[in-house]
């Protein structure tokens, strides 16, 4: 019986352990993207949230340059360069001069060959600190989230591509 017990007691706790992961995918900070102007990489001006490109979008969400990688594993594992996924990577780069602005462009259209994906990168060059907090956020770790046009964040992932995080993610891009 006592063996029994064990295994019933493991069993549960395993169940815990990723019904809680399941949740934290799917939950959802308690902020909004805030409104703000910004220009794509493909120099379009943006007015955000209403510009987003559908009513829910995925925002892929990078405070550091090393954060990129990791949204580069949502890119692959979603396909999103496929075109079926409506989605836009927000680079929140911190407040810059002009010239710094502008340094920080070119640097990025280096990186990111014409076409398609300029449309859907946009360096905001906000306060990281502020941002995050008022989408309820960290800026320790790059965050997936499904926001609609009115600014609410309805999912939420945080750090690297995983199956589970994604599938919650998609579904929340649904009506």
């Known amino acids: 019986m006592n063996r029994l017990t064990a ?29 703000t102007n910004a220009e794509s990489l493909a120099e379009k001006p943006l007015a955000l949230p209403a510009d987003l490109p ?27 360069t496929a075109g079926k996924t409506p989605w836009m990577e927000l680079i929140v780069v911190g407040p ?3 010239f710094v602005r502008t340094m920080i462009q070119r640097g990025l259209r280096r990186e ?10 946009v360096p905001l060059f906000a306060e990281q600190e502020a941002f995050a907090a008022g989408l309820g956020l960290s800026t320790k770790s790059p965050h997936v989230l499904t926001v609609d046009r009115a600014g609410r964040v309805l999912a ?16 929340s891009l649904k009506p």
């Open 96 to 98: 810059q001069n002009a």
């Open 156 to 171: 939420h992932a945080e750090g690297d591509y995983a199956p589970a995080k994604a599938q919650a993610l998609l579904f």
């Open 7 to 35: 295994c019933i007691a493991a069993a549960a706790t395993a169940a815990a352990v990723f019904l809680s992961a399941g949740a934290q995918a799917q939950s959802a900070p308690a902020g909004k993207l805030p409104t």
């Open 54 to 80: 559908a009513q829910r979008t995925l925002v892929l969400l990078a405070f550091e340059r090393d954060q990129r990688a990791s949204l580069a594993t949502w890119k692959t594992g979603l396909d999103l």
């Open 112 to 121: 990111i060959a014409e076409g398609p994906m300029r449309d859907r990168v």
